[in-house]
């Protein structure tokens, strides 16, 4: 079964457009997570994947503008959309029946995806699961392969 990994987008972004692996490498989390993530796959470009409040489902490679939005000051009706989207674009791109996702992202970007996808599609325990993000930070650290001082 193949595995992907789905990190969250973060408020902290590059000011100018880029790739959107670049976008989000201000922030600690995101640059933890995302190292957490290619320690365990064979193939980053297809195995790890940005969860966007904008964009929804976005490649690493994929070119976009800096933005200021986020799941956290929508309303429901805009999170159920955004779950809808996002869950339509993974259909496009994955079996999803062969495919197991590991959620590395808060409970706000879980949610709204977690109606479409059945347990056997769900990586469980979610690794960063209902942790506040200073928390996640420590986890993602001790799981890590990597020397902490890389992540500094």
């Known amino acids: 079964m193949k595995k992907v990994y789905l990190i969250s987008c973060t408020a902290n972004k590059q000011k100018y457009k ?3 692996e670049e976008m989000y490498s201000k922030s600690n989390l995101f640059r933890l ?3 957490y993530a290619l320690e365990r796959v064979d193939d980053k470009d297809s ?3 940005i969860l ?3 964009h929804g489902l976005l ?3 994929e070119v976009i503008e800096p933005y200021d939005m986020t799941l956290k000051r929508m309303n429901k009706s805009e999170i159920i959309t955004w779950g809808k989207k996002v869950y339509k674009q993974m259909k496009e791109k994955f079996d ?3 495919t197991k996702f590991i959620f590395l992202a808060g409970q706000s970007y879980i949610k709204p995806l977690e109606q479409y996808l059945n347990k056997e599609t769900i ?3 979610i690794p960063v699961n209902k942790r506040m993000i200073g ?3 420590k986890w993602l650290k001790e799981n890590s392969d990597k020397d902490e001082k890389s992540f500094s």
């Open 18 to 20: 880029c790739k959107a």
């Open 33 to 35: 997570s995302l190292s």
């Open 47 to 49: 195995q790890i994947f």
């Open 52 to 54: 966007s409040a904008k």
């Open 59 to 61: 490649s690493l490679l």
């Open 96 to 98: 999803l029946k062969n």
């Open 123 to 125: 990586e469980n325990p």
């Open 135 to 137: 928390k996640r930070m």
